[in-house]
Nanobody, 125 residues
Framework: QVQLVESGGGLVQAGGSLRLSCAAS????????MGWFRQAPGKEREFVAS?????????LYADSVKGRFTISRDNAKNTVYLQMNSLKPEDTAVYYC?????????????????WGQGTQVTVSS
């Protein structure tokens, strides 16, 4: 069983930055792509970013976060990160990390089989 634990959420003013972390259990971390999703109240869960298992430059971003968010991973530490800059109030949501079923990055919710509990990000205007 894979466990994913997010951290780093909080309250920040618009224009500020936050760095989310997601620590994963298991010994095959580098064999799978990882992703970040978010869900705001009353809305469906939406894709934010994904990174390949190897942690190379093979990444995928939602249009709404391109140029502001950066996903990265450290396979030696079994951890994936989401650096969020130039935050906007519309970025407010619970952010979830997830493990994909394969090494290639993907933006589809159903391509992920393990999910963390989420961490709240609130951006004030």
């Amino acid at each position: 069983q894979v466990q994913l634990v997010e951290s780093g959420g909080g309250l920040v003013q618009a224009g500020g930055s936050l760095r989310l972390s997601c620590a994963a259990s298991g010994r095959t971390f580098g064999s799978y792509a990882m992703g970040w999703f978010r869900q705001a109240p009353g809305k469906e869960r939406e894709f934010v970013a994904s990174i390949s298992g190897s942690g190379s430059s093979n990444t995928l971003y939602a249009d709404s976060v391109k140029g502001r968010f950066t996903i990265s991973r450290d396979n030696a530490k079994n951890t994936v990160y989401l650096q969020m800059n130039s935050l906007k109030p519309e970025d407010t949501a619970v952010y979830y990390c997830a493990r994909a079923r394969w090494p290639v990055p993907t933006g589809r919710v159903h391509d992920y089989d393990y999910w963390g509990q989420g961490t709240q990000v609130t951006v004030s205007s």
